[in-house]
Every structure is written in structure tokens, then in C-alpha cells.
């Protein structure tokens, strides 16, 4: 069975390595499928991002990356998918997750969510914490790989020139 873990990974965590690891020891193929939310302003491009994920996820067998623009539920229906792979940090987390689960499974009947909450670990590990660590000099690389804090750390760099 092939599921999609969606999200704009911007920039793509050990926490979503994470999850996406052991997603994959129940799904035969995951879909990383990089979104635009537009809720966010993303520091990395989609292209950007995409890039991140495929070297952060360079050594993972079975997963396949994707990008979307547009509403999820068209996504999984123009691809046969079924099941959401949502990962769960805290509290705040589930109540966000299970309304837009309950809203994607009216919009498409057939749609399963799966949570997976992060490991210990990886649970207080965001994207924007990560951000917001790096952009003041702070050290990510226990939280994201060294090729995504290389990154991350030139693009803020462009940005204060």
C-alpha cells in the first residue's frame, strides 16, 4: 500500500526522517510530497526544498518525492492514494491534524489519516524552530542533516546582504 506524507519541509528535519522511517515500516512506498501552504512563508524555494528532501532522504528505499501545488485531496485522488501519513508532536498538533483529517475525508470519502507521533527525541524538533535557532547563529545540525544546515545557513546569510 502507498502512502503520502505531505508537507513543505521547509526546511525537511531529522523528525520528518524520522517519521518518515517508520511510516515505512508499514507502508510498501511513501510519497514525500512537498506542498505550498500558503498559511506560510517558506525560506527555501519548492525547487529549493526538493532538493533538501532528496538528500536528506538519499539513502531511504521505498519513498518516492513529489511536489504539489493545490488542494492535497486532488493530489491523492489523480494518484489512486488512500492513506495520510501525519506526524504528531504535541497536543496543539492533533487538534490542527485531526480537523484537517475530518476536512480531507469529507472532500474525498476513501481518505484514511494515520498518525504517528515523533519520538521522544524529535519532539519539540519544527522547521521553524530550526529556522529561527540557525538565524540566530544557533546550532541545528543534531535536528536536520549537515547538507540541509549547510543550507539553511548560506540562505540566511544571503538574506542579511
Known amino acids: 500500500m502507498v502512502a503520502v506524507y ?71 485522488k489523480e494518484h489512486g492514494i488512500k492513506v495520510l501519513v501525519r506526524g504528531l508532536r504535541a497536543v496543539t498538533d492533533y487538534e490542527y491534524e485531526l480537523q484537517m483529517a475530518l476536512a480531507n475525508k469529507k472532500l474525498y470519502g476513501e481518505l484514511e489519516t494515520v498518525f504517528l507521533t515523533a519520538s521522544e527525541e524529535f519532539s519539540f524538533v519544527s522547521s521553524s524552530l530550526v529556522k529561527e535557532v540557525a538565524m540566530y547563529g544557533g546550532d541545528v545540525t543534531e535536528w536536520v542533516t549537515p547538507e540541509v544546515a549547510r543550507a539553511l545557513y548560506e540562505k540566511l546569510k544571503e538574506g542579511k546582504r
Not at 16 to 45: G, M, Q
Not at 49 to 72: F, M, P, T, W
Open 6 to 76: 505531505p508537507g513543505s519541509f521547509d526546511p525537511i528535519t531529522l523528525g520528518h526522517v524520522d517519521i518518515i522511517k517508520r511510516a515505512l515500516s508499514i507502508f510498501d512506498e511513501l510519497v514525500v510530497l512537498i506542498t505550498e501552504n500558503p498559511r506560510k512563508r517558506c525560506l527555501f524555494s519548492l525547487e529549493e526544498r526538493r532538493k533538501l528532501v532528496e538528500s536528506a532522504l538519499k539513502n531511504v528505499d521505498r519513498v518516492r518525492i513529489d511536489v504539489h501545488r493545490g488542494l492535497l485531496v486532488n493530489y491523492l
